[in-house]
């Protein structure tokens, strides 16, 4: 019988809990919205379960997430803990907070919600801090060109919800406008306009000396183009496309959280730090190649830990080139969770790649996982069904979503804590 890391879409979750209770040394990096709480339109509405945040602390040093959301401000993670137990000064005082890293890999957090920031200056917080403004004076200026057919009267909602000011990673978020403007058409060329404004705000950056400061990061994507930029997904008549654009800083992708994390976790396991202290994420390189070379010259192979990367974001769409059908592979998770699975095949460390479907969400554009009548197998997977040679390989997968997934974790973690006492 396969071991769970030569699997492929499998649902023996029991296994999984085995490995997650009882191997000792194991790091779990994961993602967020649509892994551990539901995909909404919404971000102020997100919830999260108590729970699943007491269930970490038994992974205390062995879980960290990785997310492109941040965990500071009006729409970060943390408001969301603090809510699920109406007592700030406890989430504190218990290490309720989720360790890890956010805005893609460049606000690190430990469990008692101290933050930091490495290796991001001044003024690039600076020039971040009047992205928010201009993205809105962007939208006004659409909607005075274009009539959307939707209720004037909530306009100014329709903004707040559309324009997050994150603080590392200001975002324009069309998922309130997918869904009041009267006409696809509208909502695609308003999709056209945002990704020209966040050109726009690089070419401003480049001209105040930040010409290698910043990126944008497309949510969902059709993977990269040849000079390595994100390609937009275009909505359809079934499907939003990107709803998210985030204008984010240069080496805030998800890949090079990866080392950062790994460089944390040796300090913990032997008191010294393989890539120096003061290593970040905007110092890795940006390529998977590059990435596991570094992690390969400079991590102990007899520490490497067992890594299980969680993840709900990985997309692949056939597209016809002429006479020929190319694939664009991307989706936000798709590069850590390839660096997993490459981490794990270089140091036979069986590292596990876990899928949490979550096209149950608010959020119309995941394709779910189909199954067979019995619910026990998996028959199509999330890519385009002509994309047979994806070298990503989903280990493990949940159907169930978020629900099923924390349900699991909540397990292996009481069965862990029983262990350890």
């Known amino acids: 019988m396969a071991k769970l890391h030569q699997s492929s879409f499998s649902l023996d979750h029991e296994v999984l809990i085995n490995i997650l209770a009882t191997q000792e040394n194991i790091l779990i990096i994961q993602d967020l919205d649509g892994v551990c709480m539901s995909l909404v339109k919404d971000p102020l509405t997100r919830e999260i379960e ?94 005075q060109q274009h009539n959307g057919g939707f209720n004037s009267e909530k306009f100014d909602d329709y903004i707040q919800a559309t324009v997050l000011e994150n603080k590392v990673s200001p ?32 070419e401003e950056a480049g001209t105040m000396g930040f010409k290698n400061s910043f990126f944008v990061h497309f949510a969902p994507n059709l993977g990269r183009d040849e000079q390595g930029k994100e390609i937009i997904q275009p909505a359809s008549e079934n499907d939003s496309g990107t709803t998210d654009l985030q204008f984010m800083l240069r080496g805030a992708i998800k890949e090079a959280g990866v080392p950062f994390i790994l460089n944390h976790y040796y300090y913990l396991q032997t008191g010294n730090y393989p890539l120096g ?54 989706g936000s998770d798709r590069g850590f969770l390839e660096l997993i699975q490459a981490i794990g095949k270089e140091f036979e460390s069986e590292n596990l790649v876990v899928y949490v479907d979550s096209s149950g969400g608010e ?14 197998e998996v028959i199509e997977g ?8 994806d070298t990503l390989t989903l280990n493990v997968v949940f159907p169930g979503g978020y629900q099923q997934y924390t349900k699991v974790f909540q397990e292996a973690a009481s069965m862990r804590k029983q262990g350890n006492n």
């Open 277 to 330: 202290k003061e290593f970040n994420s905007r110092q890795a390189p940006q390529n998977k190649a590059e990435l596991l070379t570094l992690i390969k010259d400079n991590f102990d192979s007899k520490i490497m830990p067992t890594i299980i990367g969680i993840g709900d974001t990985v997309t692949s769409k056939a597209e016809q080139n002429g006479d020929k059908l190319i694939f664009r592979r991307g």
């Open 171 to 202: 975002t324009v978020n069309l998922n309130v406008f997918h869904d009041v403007l009267s006409e696809q058409a509208i909502y695609v060329k308003l999709q056209q306009a945002m990704k020209n404004l966040t050109q726009n705000l690089l």
């Open 50 to 143: 108590r729970q699943y945040l007491k269930a970490t602390r038994a992974f205390d040093g062995h879980f960290f997430v990785l997310t492109n959301g941040e965990h500071i401000g009006r729409r970060g993670v943390n408001r969301i803990v603090e809510k699920a137990f109406d007592e700030r000064d406890l989430v504190k005082q218990q290490g309720l907070y989720l360790p890890g890293l956010a805005g893609g890999g460049v606000q690190w957090q430990d469990r008692y919600g101290n933050v930091s920031h490495p290796g991001i200056s001044d003024t690039e917080m600076a020039f971040l801090e009047t992205v928010p403004q201009k993205i809105e004076a962007s939208l006004r200026e659409f909607f």
């Open 382 to 389: 999330i890519g385009d069904a002509k994309d047979t040679d």
């Open 363 to 376: 959020l119309k554009n995941r394709k779910p996982l189909k199954l067979n009548e019995q619910k026990t």
